[in-house]
């Protein structure tokens, strides 16, 4: 079956760790997504890319960074010039048109210990 | 600044009842428009879409929208337990594929 999925589940990270956060879509969409979901703050967007090898920041991309190398991977991670990391993080997948609607992985949930 | 604004809730409406969740939005160009639902701790699941004026109908769900007033909402008929859940609103931003997302309105539908 088609689809996106997110790894890990559940991810911990120490002060002045980066960590990376895995999204891989075999759906064959062009586009893809990172969101932040925090209580309250619904889906901010941090990066996403049309195409390989080309990506373009999102409202919040301070702190983040990611990579397209292959169309069906976008892995992002978090460096540690982010200084408030924990969140839900959701990856996400489109045709190129957006339409219809993104699908999304199940996410990650990162917390800083 | 782009937005797209929802009541947070939680509305509460009694099994059976029709749960009417609103949404508006300030970017006039937008074209597309979509409602997810949203489990607690799950990622957001897509139920709706409508790009036209008026309203869309799928099972017990009718999506409206109003251009003119900037406005689009959701209704669920028979309201089940099962559909207690965060609504998401979704519009898109014009000249682009990339989405703004609302805030998400708590719905409880009460046994």
């Known amino acids: 079956d088609g689809g996106i999925t997110q790894s890990p589940k559940y991810l911990f990270r120490k002060e002045g760790q980066n960590v990376t956060l895995s999204c891989e879509q075999n759906l064959n969409h062009d586009a893809m997504y990172w969101y932040r979901q925090d209580p309250g703050q619904g889906l901010r967007l941090i990066y996403y890319?049309?195409?390989?090898?080309?990506?373009q920041k999102g409202d919040i991309a301070e702190g983040y960074s990611v990579s397209r190398e292959k169309k069906e991977s976008f892995p992002l991670t978090v460096t540690s010039a982010q200084k408030n990391p924990t969140a839900f993080y959701l990856c996400?997948?489109?045709?190129?048109?957006?339409?219809?609607?993104?699908?999304f992985g199940s996410g990650t949930r990162l917390t800083v210990v | 600044q782009k937005e797209v604004e929802q009541n947070s809730g939680p509305l509460s409406v009694p099994e059976g009842a029709i749960a009417s969740l609103n949404c508006t939005y300030s970017?006039?160009?937008?074209?597309?428009f979509f409602w997810y639902r949203q489990y607690s701790g799950k990622s957001p699941e897509l139920i709706m879409f409508i790009y036209s004026n008026g309203d869309k109908e799928d099972g017990r769900f009718t999506a409206q929208l109003n251009k003119a007033s900037q406005y689009v909402s959701l209704l669920i008929r028979d309201s089940q337990p099962s559909d207690s859940a965060t609504y998401l609103c979704?519009?898109?931003?014009?000249?682009?594929?990339?989405?703004?997302f609302g805030t998400g309105t708590r719905l409880k539908v009460l046994a």
């Open positions: 996400a997948s489109s045709t190129t048109g957006g339409f219809p609607g993104y699908t």
């Open positions: 979704a519009v898109s931003s014009s000249g682009t594929y990339k989405y703004i």
């Open positions: 890319s049309q195409i390989v090898n080309d990506f």
């Open positions: 970017d006039r160009g937008s074209q597309s």
